[in-house]
């Protein structure tokens, strides 16, 4: 992911991490969407992308894409009573 969406992800990364800073999302690229987590690394955040999606989008190394992420809400507990 570039900086400037990477800074705005890691403004909400504690209310939807479910742990090691993964964040769950739901990623479109093209035509294909699937569910997968962001993982950071080095103040960015990685997106996985599967064999199945670079070959249904007919993706190559070093291509640019544009992609839309949907970020999952994790579920909280409920409140002590």
Do not use: H
Not at 19 to 31: D, N, Q
Request: glycine content about 6%; proline content about 9%.
């Amino acid at each position: 992911m570039p900086e400037t969406e990477s800074r705005e992800i890691s403004d909400v990364a504690s209310l939807v991490t479910y742990g090691w800073g993964a964040i769950p999302v739901t990623v479109r690229i093209g035509e294909t969407a699937w569910t997968t987590s962001l993982f950071p690394r080095n103040g960015r955040y990685l997106v996985p992308l599967k064999d199945a999606v670079r070959k249904a989008e007919d993706l190559a190394l070093g291509d640019t894409v544009d992609v839309e992420l949907i970020i999952q809400l994790r579920e909280l507990p409920p409140p002590d009573r």
